[in-house]
């Protein structure tokens, strides 16, 4: 028997690094298979979930217009990157037997569907993971704002965080020795520390929407289905610390 959930639906969100594994660039086929296994244990919970993933694995728009590309083209490049990302993990989950749609923010209709809020929670309610591809569709904005917006919309009960760490540290716990982790904190703590979790503009959207924020490790197998139960080892983030 799978362990029961604490939440009905929750919004993963998983930026591109993620997908690397040990690579320097791109999409390592073997961490995505691994992360669409967590996905289909917590599915197998009764969970419904929805997928955000970001592109840092291929393409961001500041390093493009670093570059000397306009900001806002590049921000489209960084957009369409996600796409690729997220039809590798379309093809992951379904490998893994879940049903899956990617609902895209720029509408692709020769490959995913456009964005359709209601379609979305149909989605979703029929059994569907629904993989939320192109963040907000918008320039200057970022994954993580992408990943706020959906769980709002989507009326989840947690926007769940899988980082490369097991938690928000106040410094990179791999390269500060000693860096300190925070098993709870509230949204303020985070805004006015400047605590590197997302940016300011997810969290304050999270915090108006009072769905709570857990930062977990992607990297820790089955961990996603540990966090889903109550269990497992997380910062969260909320309106209490
Ligand atoms: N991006 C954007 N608007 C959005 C989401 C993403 O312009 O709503 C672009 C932006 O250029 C960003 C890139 O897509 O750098 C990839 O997303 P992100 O950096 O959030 O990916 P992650 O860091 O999560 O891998």
Redesign the pocket.
């Given at each position: 028997m799978p362990p029961a959930p604490r939440y009905r639906r929750v919004l993963l969100?998983?930026?591109?690094?993620?997908l690397m594994g040990g690579r320097d660039y791109g999409i390592d086929p073997e961490m995505v298979n691994r992360v669409a296994e967590d996905v289909a244990q917590v599915h197998a919970m009764g969970t419904e979930i929805c997928l955000?993933?970001?592109?840092?694995?291929?393409?961001?728009?500041?390093?493009?217009a670093a570059q000397g590309i306009e900001r806002?083209t590049?921000?489209?490049?960084?957009?369409l990157?996600?796409v690729i990302?997220a039809l590798a993990m379309q093809s992951a989950c379904e490998k893994a037997g879940l049903h899956t749609r990617v609902l895209s923010?720029i509408p692709m209709a020769t490959v995913c569907e456009p964005y359709i809020r209601r379609r979305a929670v149909r989605h979703m309610e029929k059994g569907r993971v629904v993989i939320f591809a192109?963040?907000?569709?918008?320039?200057?904005?970022?994954?993580?704002?992408?990943a706020a917006?959906r769980a709002s919309e989507m009326d989840c009960d947690a926007l769940l965080m899988g980082k490369q760490v097991d938690g928000v540290y106040d410094a990179d716990p791999k390269k500060v020795d000693g860096a300190r982790r925070y098993d709870r904190l509230s949204y303020m703590d985070v805004l006015s520390n400047d605590l590197r979790v997302m940016d300011h503009s997810a969290i304050s959207l999270a915090r108006e929407n009072n769905i709570p924020i857990l930062v977990f490790s992607i990297d820790a197998p089955g961990e996603f289905a540990e966090v889903v139960a109550g269990r497992g080892r997380y910062t969260i983030i909320s309106e209490e610390r």
């Open positions: 969100k998983i930026s591109g690094e993620a955000v993933i970001g592109a840092g694995n291929i393409f961001r728009g500041i390093s493009g806002a590049a921000d489209y490049m960084g957009m990157a996600t990302n923010a192109a963040g907000t569709g918008n320039p200057f904005f970022t994954t993580d704002t992408g917006l």
